[in-house]
């Protein structure tokens, strides 16, 4: 892999594992604890906003008790000395790629971090609660309006052409921490590749697209992610 090449990375829950934050298709994950269609819907923000706001209050108050794992950081240390292209998007809405010092993301599913208006499709970042009215006005049309900025089920994920533009001319394609089981992330893997890209997933387990990989390692992404950058970096020097 030479200096010149473009890579993008795909990361999910999987990554963020080992920092304390739960996955969501564990047995003991997210979706073992809530049902989808009751936080993680349009529909679920129309029937009973209160109980999506606090289920994202409770995962935003989560992101002051936990850190970035050495898998975020190699990640940072890739972005901040790679010198071809490199593009990290991540499913994640937690900030950890951000804290480990990450230059060059973009959170396609959103961020805990953010509010999103409902009256004016603003967003702006966002720390506190929802929950029992505490979520405040929209700073740009004052409407009581505001939502998680995370995107629902059903709901399109954010700059997905600036994302296939990236992978349609990646020579690399590595995919972390995710269980391939929602689309379009899922699809990455297939773009890349039909693009010419070699792709790589390192997961914990194997997922459901493992075989669509030109190679899988399965392991930590602690340990595996700091050696694939550190054989990379190596590699290309
Ligand atoms: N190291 C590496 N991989 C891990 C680790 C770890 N320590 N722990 C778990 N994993 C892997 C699991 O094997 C699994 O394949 O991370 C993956 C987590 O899968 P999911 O819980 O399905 O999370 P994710 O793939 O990010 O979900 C995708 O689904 O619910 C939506 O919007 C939500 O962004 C999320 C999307």
């Known amino acids: ?3 010149l090449c473009n890579i993008v990375i795909l990361t999910g829950a999987g990554i963020s594992a080992e920092s304390g934050l739960a996955t969501f298709r564990a047995d003991d994950g997210l ?11 349009p529909d679920a923000l129309s029937r009973d906003a209160e109980r999506v706001f606090v289920f994202y209050d409770g995962r935003r108050a989560e992101l002051a008790r936990v850190e970035p794992n050495a898998a975020h950081r190699a990640l940072a240390r890739l972005d901040a000395r790679w010198p071809g292209e490199l593009l990290l998007v991540t499913q994640n ?9 990450a230059r060059r993301l973009l959170h396609m599913h959103g961020e805990l971090l ?25 700073s740009v049309c004052d409407a009581d309006a505001l939502r998680p900025d995370i995107v629902f089920f059903g709901e399109m994920p954010y700059q997905m052409e600036r994302i296939e533009r990236a992978l349609s001319t990646a020579d690399l394609f590595v995919s972390i921490g995710t269980s391939g089981a929602v689309y379009p992330a899922a699809g990455f893997v ?14 914990l387990d194997p997922s459901a697209g493992s075989r669509l990989f030109d190679q899988s390692r399965l392991g930590p992404a602690t340990r595996l992610v700091p ?8 590699e290309a020097d």
């Open 227 to 234: 050696q694939w950058v550190d054989d990379l970096l190596e």
């Open 31 to 41: 979706w073992a604890g809530h049902r989808v269609e009751d936080v993680c819907t």
């Open 114 to 138: 953010s509010a999103l208006c409902r009256a004016c499709g603003a967003r702006e970042p966002f720390a506190g609660a929802m929950a029992a009215g505490a979520g405040g006005r929209c």
């Open 1 to 3: 892999m030479n200096r």
């Open 190 to 203: 297939q773009l890349a590749a039909a693009h010419g890209a070699q792709t790589l997933e390192l997961n």
């Open 93 to 101: 809405v937690d900030d950890l790629h951000e804290r480990a010092g």
